[in-house]
């Protein structure tokens, strides 16, 4: 199983970011798909979730209404849309997938919202 996630980078407050996470070594289709973050000395929080089909997504309270999760099950990849963003946003963001009972993660793509 490999996670590889892009799409970070410094962006200005009220801005947009679009991460990526491409999936291998799975039947990705079959598997339900997260996205979390961290920020230092802090664990990892849930920012959303999205079924293997893509009916179905769960989001943060406090990203509800500006991040959009989705996924193309044909190129095994899933992404997250994050728009106005807040400093507080600033983290590092894991995808990861859950496979009977063992959790992977990606490597983490660094997302920093500063003026």
């Known amino acids: 199983v490999q996670l590889v996630e892009s799409g970070g980078g410094l962006v200005q407050p009220g801005g947009s970011l679009r991460l990526s996470c491409a999936a291998s070594?799975?039947?990705?289709?079959?598997?339900?798909m997260s996205w979390y973050r961290q920020t230092p000395g802090n664990g990892r929080d849930l920012v959303a979730t999205?079924?293997?089909?893509?009916?179905?997504?769960v989001y943060a309270d406090s990203v509800k209404g500006r991040f959009t999760i989705s996924r193309d099950n044909a190129k095994n990849t899933v992404h997250l849309q994050m728009n106005i963003l807040k400093p507080e946003d600033t983290a590092v963001y894991y995808c990861k997938s859950r496979l009977t009972g063992r959790d992977y993660w990606g490597q983490g793509t660094q997302v920093t919202v500063s003026s």
């Open positions: 999205i079924t293997n089909t893509g009916g179905s997504t």
């Open positions: 070594g799975f039947t990705f289709s079959s598997y339900a």
